[in-house]
Structures are given as C-alpha cells and as structure tokens.
C-alpha cells in the first residue's frame, strides 16, 4: 500500500450504532488529519494531531472521538450521531513544522458515512 | 487569520480551450498557497504548491499558477482542457507559522465535448 489509505469507503448506521473510521498513512508523516467534506459547504478540519499529540480539535461534538495510536494510524469513532452528519470523512497526512515542511496535505480516498 | 475565496463554484468550458480558476487569499503574513484536484469518489491530490521562490509555478497534469502578491491571487490555468479535467478544484493557504490549511469552498470544472 502506498499513500493515505481508509477503510472502510462507505458506511451505513444508524443513530444508536457504534462504528470507527481507520486511516493508515504510508508516507513517513508525523502529522495527520480529520476533515469533514458536505455539499455546498468548505472543508471543515475536525482534528489534527501532531507527533501523536491532539493539537487541534475545532469544537467538534463530543459524538467524534478520534485516536492516534501511533504516527502512522488515525482513528474516528463514531457514536449516537444525528442525519446531518452524513458526509465524506477525509483523512489527510503531512510533515509537521518542525521538518520545515511547507505543510502541503496528502489525503486518502474518504469514507462516505450516511447516517439513517 | 487567513482565508481563502474562490470566486467561481462553477466553470464550464469547452474542450481544448483554455481556462483560469480564480483564488484570493487573505493574510497577514507570508504564506505558503496550494492547488488540490477532487475526482469524483475520490480524496483531494495536490496539483501545486507556491513556497518561496519564482512566482510561476507548475504543477501535474499542465496546470500552472501565478502567485500574484500585491493582488494576494493564486489563479490556475492551463492552456487546453482535457475532458478527464472534469473535476473540483480547491485552493488552499497556510500560513503564520502554523500547520492548519484553510481550503476555500471548490469550484467545478465541467469540460464540454
């Protein structure tokens, strides 16, 4: 495998379900991403971590728990979510700042999640 | 804070014509300015990326973009448009010392035969 991959690329459940996001990155990165994709509306950065630290979490529901086992893994577990989370869930690598990256993304193929 | 606006969400241009997709962006300070590509199904790829240096820049697939810094523009273009152009394109800006890129909304590009 190469690059940023996710399983799985769609899901279906229900409000009461639990399920869980996997990303797996194959490019050395330390640094990675959860960016919700809707229609109409610019992506919206979810978590960042960085050296496998959360550094960022933009006041997302406490619906979407992520975790960062280790540099190279990137979970989001979902629990109880409502119909307007229905979207594409990217997830997304790079080089952190102290690399002196210039930060640009690498992003896997997405999870189309519908809620019902 | 920064921001970006693309002005277009949807070009339609024949096939082999030219096109140019608009970008602004708004910083305070210097920034690093990127162009994604989004396939149908598919997550985002870089097209191109303007770090320091010359102010043209080429990317895959025969786009290009101008930093334009007095305008704070990133404009793609490319000459001749291919059908398998059909596709979203996104344009991003990072700046400030910090990590987070800010994508702009996406603007459709749909080739006509």
């Known amino acids: 495998e190469t690059g940023v991959t996710q399983t799985p690329r769609h899901l279906v459940m229900g409000m009461t379900n639990k399920k869980s996001l996997k990303c797996e990155q194959h490019l050395g990165h330390n640094a990675m991403y959860w960016y919700k994709q809707s229609a109409k509306k610019p992506l919206e950065l979810m978590f960042v971590?960085?050296?496998?630290?959360?550094?960022e979490n933009n006041s997302v529901p406490s619906r979407f728990s992520p975790e960062c086992p280790n540099s190279s893994h990137l979970f989001l577990h979902l629990h109880t979510l409502q119909p307007e989370d229905s979207a594409l869930y990217l997830c997304a690598s790079s080089q952190d700042r102290a690399s002196g990256s210039s930060y640009e993304q690498y992003f896997g193929p997405g999870t189309r999640l519908t809620v019902t | 804070a920064q921001s970006v606006t693309q002005l277009d969400s949807q070009v339609p241009v024949f096939e082999e014509a030219p096109v140019e997709l608009r970008c602004n962006y708004s910083?305070?300070?210097?920034?690093?300015l990127f162009w994604y590509v989004q396939y149908p199904n598919q997550g985002l790829q870089l097209l191109l990326k303007y770090t320091t240096g010359a102010t043209l820049v080429k990317g895959i697939n025969g786009f290009e973009a101008e930093f334009n810094k007095s305008q704070t523009s990133f404009h793609l273009r490319k000459p001749s448009v291919h059908i398998s152009d059909t596709a979203e394109y996104f344009c991003a800006v990072s700046s400030g010392g910090y990590q987070k890129v800010t994508f702009g909304i996406g603007t459709k590009l749909q080739v006509i035969p």
């Open positions: 971590y960085s050296l496998e630290e959360r550094v």
């Open positions: 910083s305070s300070v210097s920034v690093y």
